[in-house]
């Protein structure tokens, strides 16, 4: 498994990388997580409930403020120079690649009244990109986070978050809910989070796997998603179209006792897959909260796989190297398993007795050799802080 020296950068780092780049020592240093999602998955647009926890990976900002109108933005991940950019010129849907995101969160901040005048941002990041652990909302997060701070704006976890999810939208122009930015800028270390999508009330749940001999592995398939490439944007619509036909808001407000009734009022069979998963989702996520309240952790790796299947077969999102992961990783004692985040790729979680975490993750290396994949990175997921200055 990778080390966990893998998943950080140092605040001095990047901090020294800023000043060797713009000539002088940043206003301070933040830090936002990836995330990686225990269950839930497409239910935080229809104002479910999801249950993500913060990964060890972060987004790490060197910032200063400018009060000349101009944002320079710098990645260490990405070959190219220091992208320049007039906050008043910032144009949603205008493609600029990852300057995006953190410009995103400049146009949305200024769209909603605040008044930023501009900033000098380097970043690094140790959050897999296009592995469904939110290394775009990790972007987003930390920056929203920097300026709410230089800017004195006093905004509130859940501020951030809505305000990193509108850059996502209406910037970047993906419809993703509000789950991957509320984890980043919410979480906190040895717990989940359970939040409810409709008003964004947060439990933290305590989530010590280590404490009972268990450890949670995420593989990351290295199969590159991109949500932006409509799949994702068409699952929604088609959820959409099912709370309209069946009368409700959201497919949050279609109770799991009252679902096969629902489905029977569906006539097309894609939307009726869709609201199946959805509404079932829902109540996995009821299950595994009561199954953590009653101390059985080991409880929740069948409905894991569950969860995986309705996934693959109502939801059609996962992949042959998401398949086998969950297969092999069951086949060889895990609790259970499933895909993780937005699907077409990505990554998938393991839970496991941590005694097997190592022949685990040694039996999924050897089954994607044996398909003919490229070697799949694993890891263990630790519990991890959200957002915040270092």
Known sequence: MSAAGEFTVSAAEV????????????????????????????????????????????????????DDGILRVH????????????????????DGGWAAYPAGVVWALRDAGHAVGGADVHLASTVPTGAGLSSSAALEVVTALALSDLYELGLTRRELALLAQRAENAFVGVPCGVMDQMASAACQAGH???????DLSVRQVPFDLAGEGLTLLVVDTRVKHALGDGAYAERRAGCEAGARALGVSHLRDVAFAELPSALGRLPDERVRRYVRHVVSDDHRVERVISLLDAGDVRGIGPVLTE??????????????????VVEAACAAGALGAR????GFGGSAVVLAEAADAEALAKTVRE???????????????????GAGRV
Request: charge should be negative.
């Open 192 to 198: 989940v989070l359970h939040l409810d999508c409709r």
């Open 75 to 94: 990645s260490a991940d990405v070959e190219g120079p220091v992208v320049e950019l007039a906050v008043d010129g910032l144009t949603p849907l205008s």
């Open 15 to 66: 901090s020294a990388a800023f000043t060797a780049l713009y000539g002088y020592e940043p206003a301070g240093v933040w830090a936002a997580p990836g995330r990686v999602n225990l269950i839930g998955e497409y239910t935080d647009f229809n104002e479910g409930f999801v249950m993500p926890l913060a990964l060890p990976h972060t987004a790490v900002a060197a910032v200063a403020r400018r």
């Open 367 to 385: 089954a994607f050799a044996s398909g003919g994949f490229a070697a799949p990175r694993v890891f263990a997921a630790v519990a991890s802080a």
């Open 307 to 324: 969860g995986h299947a309705s996934l693959r077969d109502d939801l059609r999102i996962s992949c042959p190297e998401l398949d086998l």
């Open 339 to 342: 895909m993780t985040g937005g």
